[in-house]
């Protein structure tokens, strides 16, 4: 079966750091294949875009929303099965329960910077991330 877990989640205070790590289970998240999105969700909004990495030709690239540029890096790990969201200098606003999702290359995160909810179609369960003094 294949299926996506966060992990990483939990509570930290403003300025602080956490990293989220999303691993693939019954499939590899290579990016020759896969867009990899990662989206969060706040109580009571909808669900939103955070970044995205994928390929172009001959080139790899990622985006992000303004609101986490300079603060949020996306990367690929080792072994190739898990993606990994470094949040640096937390704010009380990025609280939020954060998703991993894969889409087909080519679909979901595009090279004009365009993140494309709807393209994704596989989705992890989430982790809480909570900063809070």
């Known amino acids: 079966q294949e299926q996506l877990v966060e992990s990483g989640g939990g509570l930290v205070q403003p300025g602080g750091s956490l990293r989220l790590s999303c691993t693939a289970s019954?499939?590899?998240?290579?990016?020759?294949?896969?867009?990899i999105g990662w989206f969060r969700q706040a109580p009571g909004k909808t669900r939103e875009g955070v970044a995205c990495m994928s390929v172009g030709v001959g080139k790899g690239y990622s985006h992000y929303v303004d609101s986490v540029k300079g603060r949020f890096t996306a990367s690929r790990d080792n072994p190739k099965n898990r993606v990994s969201l470094k949040m640096d200098n937390l704010r009380p606003e990025d609280t939020a329960v954060y998703y991993c999702?894969?889409?087909?290359?080519?679909?979901?995160?595009?090279?004009?910077?365009?993140?494309?909810?709807?393209?994704?179609?596989?989705w992890g369960r989430g982790t809480q991330v909570t900063v809070s003094s």
């Open positions: 019954g499939f590899t998240l290579d990016l020759d294949y896969y867009a």
């Open positions: 999702a894969a889409a087909p290359a080519g679909y979901g995160c595009y090279e004009d910077g365009r993140l494309s909810l709807g393209e994704f179609d596989q």
